[in-house]
């Protein structure tokens, strides 16, 4: 199973990436901390590791390190637009709980 990009994900991210001089990607990391013990992290970027993980999608590049990509293994990136605010989120079945702000979470 990989990461995938929805298309309301990849047309911001493309729209940000016009925008931003410099910055080639969008780089979704894991990182522990949070209120549930892993959060998700979101970076504009212009460097590429060599084991990153590349998804390209309608003109928006995103970065997964190969750590990472342990726990966002058949997940989602998409992005929201609705009453509550405009932010990417993460669609992750590996995830068993998470708090209400969305960019905490716990696996077992």
């Known amino acids: 199973m990989s990461f995938s990009v929805s298309v309301a994900a990849a ?24 209120c549930s013990g892993l959060q998700y992290k979101f970076d504009l970027t212009d ?11 309608d003109g928006a590049t995103v970065l997964v390190d190969p750590v990472s990509l342990e726990f966002l293994a058949g997940a989602q990136l998409d ?23 969305g960019t905490s979470f716990s696996v077992d």
Request: net charge negative.
């Open 11 to 34: 047309r911001r991210v493309a729209e940000i990436m016009a925008s931003e001089p410099g910055a080639k990607a969008l780089r979704v990391e894991v990182l522990a901390g949070g």
């Open 47 to 57: 460097a590429q590791a060599a084991d990153d993980v590349v998804v390209a999608h």
């Open 79 to 101: 992005f929201n637009d609705d009453l509550m605010g405009a932010h990417f989120a993460i669609k992750n079945p590996n995830a068993t709980s998470s708090c209400g702000c």
